[in-house]
């Protein structure tokens, strides 16, 4: 309350009730659209409006006995992993080096790693399915995890560079001092304290994977649709209450994503407090 | 021993040292780099080759030049004033004969169709009529017979217009130009015309959501910035759910928000205001409602963590100094935001213009921004050197903008740096 106490006159009085009130109808605006249709994926009706005939898990039952929706969560899954695992291996490689790499040509390399989050989603797809599709990778798991790692790799980059730049590099010079060798040192001394920021980069790649629809739509066959691929051509036909029911799934998987990040987030200040 | 040669030997004894250490500072160099090559070599496989692949169909013409090998050689001495010779013809006839047998006048039939409206027709019909080769010397008045655009300059113009191995015709086409039947570069007709317009509309599109995004947000972020850090933490989940959430979970939701049968119209309609349900979704409105929903926690982030680096002291200072309020937060505290919106209005706009899902999903057939025709292009009707070119395009602004924001965004670093 410091800034609010300590406004003197009434017209500042007026500027912060203002902003109060519009960031209000803004957070309203933000969350309003999210929490209003999850209640419908509990309906028993099958009209997405209110006020609901009655409550029922139907269109779970619906969804969950689907073997389009089923096989859309086992590939969504699969796909999100696989890259998740992949990106993890290539980012934190290449964050270990640009930590250490000395170059004029680093902010150059630097923008090349970051570049798939700026180039346009249909830019990436357009050019993939030509690429790919010569060479049998589209309509794959295989081009789609690929593609997927492309994607999700410089958040990798990003979030692990971050954990290395407040990272002690004396540490590691005192685990080789003390006899451990380059592997011993990274495994026993370096991986302890970069974990938080591997956690939370192997979230954002994740996430980056599972929420992704554009490469899906161009590349994946029938055998490989995922979640959202099939959110889409849902809402294109017809929007049922199992689509809420999905939404409701996907939101839950990203909250506890991002509760997870948050914790990590604040373990890694208590720690920095800490020491 | 003289001090001469003790300090000859200490050099002596120095160089190599220092030399061992370049070394071995180099070898740390080699491992650094060693470390980041995996990413780069599966980047330039999985990212930058395909788009690479993508510019290069955007100029590539092969097909003419694959289908009518002859005519195309036969087409590179034509003076382009008047019809072309006999050999010509002759060739013409024989590679559409090869074509007919090996199956590919089609490939070319298309090709020469996005250039001139009904070639189509005309390749396959001569190909269809013409059953052998014709005798030496008649070729050019059998092709007359079979179909009349032979004996038109304009066929020709286009033949050899199309022959490749590189063309500017995509790239003209996807800025509405098209090169005369004289080779110079003009408007395309006024039907096939509308590139210049939807570019012009997926920028427009853009700015809107980029100028609602900064209205919403620049608010929000100032409660943000200002609230104690108990406080804002916890309003910060109304920004970061969002973030987290499923792009298409939000475009789902706003559907079921507004359709005529939908929460807002319902509820408008229970509460007496309308009678008829509002059209507020499957058109302009809809579309901006939704982009601005899924991009504006890109607004608030580097707004919030740009006011969060100014010192309250500024402000006190500028009190104290007998400012009024509102002079201080435009004369003081707005300059020191500006960073921020440009940053936060920059990653908006360059987001916004490569939008596809959202308006593909809300938007109605006129909202259509330029990332839909790359797709249509690509899966639907397989025009793939126009969806390139309209793709290299839209690559080029994307470029440029987060070139300007790179800068941005490094510039804001540094004094940030300066400032602590």
Redesign the interface.
Known sequence: MSDASSLRTPSQRIAWTGTIVISTLVFIFLIAPILAIMPLSFSSGSYLTYPLPGLSLRWYDDFLSSPRWMNALKNSMIIGVASTLLSMVLGTLAALGLAQWKSRFKPLVLAFVLSPVVVPGVITAVGLYFFFAPIGLTGSYLGLILAHTALATPFVVITVGATLQSFDTNLARAAASLGASPLEAFRRVILPLILPGLASGALFAFATSFDEVVIVLFMAGPEQRTLPREMFSGIRENISPTITAAAVILTTVSVILLATLEGLRRRNERLKGGG | MTTASLTGANAAANVPLKRRLKRAERA??L??????????L??L??????????LW?AVDDHEVRRVLPQTVAALASWDGKDLPDENTYAALASDIQAARTAGTVAIAAKRLNYALNGFRTILTSTARNLKAMPEPGTARETLGKINAAWRDRATWTTIRNASGPLTSFYLLGALDLVRNADGAIVAAPSDQAIYREVFARTFLISLGVTVLCLI??F??A??LA???PGRSNL?MI?????F??????????????LQS???VN?SLHWLGIIDEPLRLIYNRFGVCVAMT?VL??FMILPLYSSMKAIS?AYMRAAASLGAP??TAFLRIYLPQTLPGIGAGSLLVF?LA?????TPA?VGGAADQMI?YF??LY??ETAN?GL??AL?AV??LA?ILL?LVY?KLVQGQQVTGGMKN
């Not at chain 2, 475009?251 to 079921?256: D, K, L, N």
């Not at chain 2, 213009?353 to 899902?357: A, F, R």
Request: hydrophobic share 55%; proline share 9%.
């Open positions: 740390r160099q491992k650094a780099l060693a470390l980041v090559v995996p990413l780069l599966f980047l496989f999985t990212f930058a080759g395909p788009i690479a692949g993508m169909r919403l947000g608010p929000v100032y409660l200002t609230l104690p309003l109304f920004v970061l759910l969002p987290w959430t499923s792009l298409l979970v939000r475009t789902c939701a706003w559907i079921v928000l049968k939908g929460i319902d929903h504006l926690p309250p309020p509102l360059i213009l490569g939008y596809y899902i999903l990332s790359i797709a690509t899966t793939w969806a390139s793709g839209l690559l994307t987060a790179g």
